[in-house]
Structures are given as structure tokens and as C-alpha cells.
């Protein structure tokens, strides 16, 4: 059932199958690391095509590998079931996992990002089947409920299965919302590398009466804050823009007023391209840090100590332009009109477990503007025609 707006009368409309399984999957609250029952759908439909389904549990993590044909080349669609949280209910114009459809939209949590480009993939390849029952090379699906969270048990784990038993990827597609203002505008060939460190810079608890007495972290960090904001890491790389770097945390204090705290907490980032290594992002950050330190001790003689800790979410990965963004290319613009522009832009994707195997891979999905949103949603029109632009490059690549 499609649910409307309001109780006024409506004309009757019949959901295209890419609808439907979209709102089917939209229902189901699969907030990472849960999937429930999102990948059981996806898979019943597969096997009615004849894929093959190996299901792979890791953890609390639920994946599954599938695939049609032992030829080679091996073209693979990615993509995860799992959803962020929805945030608070109320401000929700509808509740985030009973799909609505208003004005042309619908809406509900994973719309976007991306349980309409899943449904687009599973219906496209139905079409493509049905018009080519015996394909030139395989097809396949990686599909994971990790990757809006740790992305620890998903697609890294699958990928390292694959390459255990040398089962090569040639092409691949994820399904993330790549485009930003049309459908079909951009088209992801690569992604910044991402580096998260987390500082604990110590100092000496005091009262605020007595501060000779005490080492304020909160006033030794003014300067290093300033020297790692302003650092020009690299002019970037390709296509690739320069790394930057971001705070995007900063806890200390008792929640006292008269307290001068004892140490301070601070969590950054760095999108890095592949100008840099994540070995001479560390280096250069504990060398600024340094420096910073010691000159605070000329100027108070006060000595601070710190940790330094990391962790790296993703290396930076590029596929320079190949048959597959050029399929992609040709069947966008057959589809919209468009001329896509080729990007690497925005956040770490499942892609940087896939293409280190040696793989092509591009991102190509709905619009990003409502991601992650209260009332995310997707134009329906733009469903329809992302399946029929899957379908023109599964044409393109194994007809």
C-alpha cells in the first residue's frame, strides 16, 4: 500500500516494482548493525533470478555475496541495508520507517542513502535477465548492514573471503547517493583517505583562586589549535583536493567554575588525498603538537604532557577513467541528458575495501541533498530512471 499525504481523494496509482521493493525495504527499521529481514528480501528476489547467495555473519554483522555465472569478467553490484538513526520522531512530517509518498517524493529513513539504489539494482537486473538470460561474464551483489557504522564486519570481511579464493572483481558499482543537484550529475571514481586522531593533553588541577598552582590544558592548547588549523598539509593530488583537517571535538573541565581542569580531550580529522601517507599525516601532527608544547614551557615554564592516538578509517582510492565510467557516463546521459562529472569528493565509502583488489569502481546513486536528514527522501521519477541508467550499463558491459 502507498500511503498519501492527507485523506483527500487521489487518483489510484500503481507502484512500479522498483517502487515497491524500495517501500518494502524502507519499512524495516535497519539501524546499523541491524538489517531485519532487509537482506532476506533482496535475496529471495535474487534466487528467483538463479544467483547463487552465500550469506556471510560476522559478529553481529550480516552480509551476504551473491552471484550468477563462473565467467569472467565479473561485474558487482555493493551496497549496504543498514540506515543512521532517524532523530527525534516529532520532527518527522511522517514516521521515518512507514514510507510516504507527497508530491511526486517519497519519504522515509534510507531512502537516499540507500535503499532506493538497491531496489533500482535488484530491478534492473531482473529487467536486463529477462532480456539476456545468458549475459557475457557474471553478475553479483555484495551486500552488508555495516556501513554507517564501525564498517568493521561488512564489505572488508566479504572482500577478504573473496580474495582468500581469488574471486576477482572487474567492475564494480555501489549504489551510495552520488549525485548532488540532477540525478545523474556526478559520478564518484574515487574517495579522500580518512585519519581520526584523538589527543589527551595533561595538565595540573587546581583552584582557579591559585593558578600557579595548577596547569590549564584549556590555555595551552589556544596556540596548538591555531598551528594545526592553519597547516597546509599538500596542494592535493589529481583530482583529488588538498587534505584537510578538522577538530570536531573538545572536552574538558570538572563543570565546575572553579576548577581548573586536569587534562583536556580532543578528537580530529583528516580527508586526505594521495599526496600524503597516513604515516607523514602522523608525523608532521605529533611533530606540530610538539613544537606547540615547547613553546608554551618558554613561555609559562609550564611542561605538558600528552597521548596521541589513531585510528584510520579508510586510504584514499582513485580508478582513473576505464570501461566502467565510461558505461556509466554513456547510459546517464542516454537516460537524463546529463554530461556527469567525474568526482572525489565527500565522505569514505565501502569502495575503499573493493578497490585495492585491483577492481574499477565507481559510485553512482540518487541525490545526497536529504541524507542522514529528518525527512530524507528521493524524488520517484529518479528511482525509475536510476534503475533504467543500471540497467543501460549492465547493457553496455555484459549483453
Partial sequence: MVYWQDDRPKPPIQPSPTLELALDLIRRPSITPKDAGC????????????FQVEPLRFGEVDN????LGDQEPLFAFAGHTDVVPPGPLDQWQSPPFAPEIRDGFLYGRGAADMKGSLAA???????FLSDHPQPRGSLAFLITSDEEGPATEGTVKVVEQLEARSEKIRWCLVGEPSSARHLGDTLKNGRRGSLNGHLILRGTQGHVAYPHLAQNPIHAIGAMLTTLADEV???????FPPTSFQISNVHSGTGAVNVIPGHLEMHFNFRFSPAVTVESLQERTRLLIETS???????????FQYDLDWSLSGLAFFTPPGELSAAALTAIHAETGLEAQLSTSGGTSDGRF???TGAQVIELGLLNTTIHQ???RIAIADLETLSRIYQTILNRLLA
Fill in 374 to 376: 529528518i525527512n530524507e
Fill in 64 to 67: 551476504f555475496w551473491a552471484r
Fill in 121 to 127: 539494482m535488484v530491478t534492473a537486473c531482473e529487467r
Fill in 39 to 50: 537482506q532476506e528480501a533482496l535475496i529471495a528476489r535474487l534466487q528467483n533470478l538463479g
Fill in 233 to 239: 598539509w599538500d596542494q592535493g593530488h589529481e583530482c
Fill in 354 to 356: 573493493i578497490a585495492p
Fill in 293 to 303: 608544547l615547547l613553546n608554551e614551557e618558554v613561555k609559562t615554564g609550564q611542561v
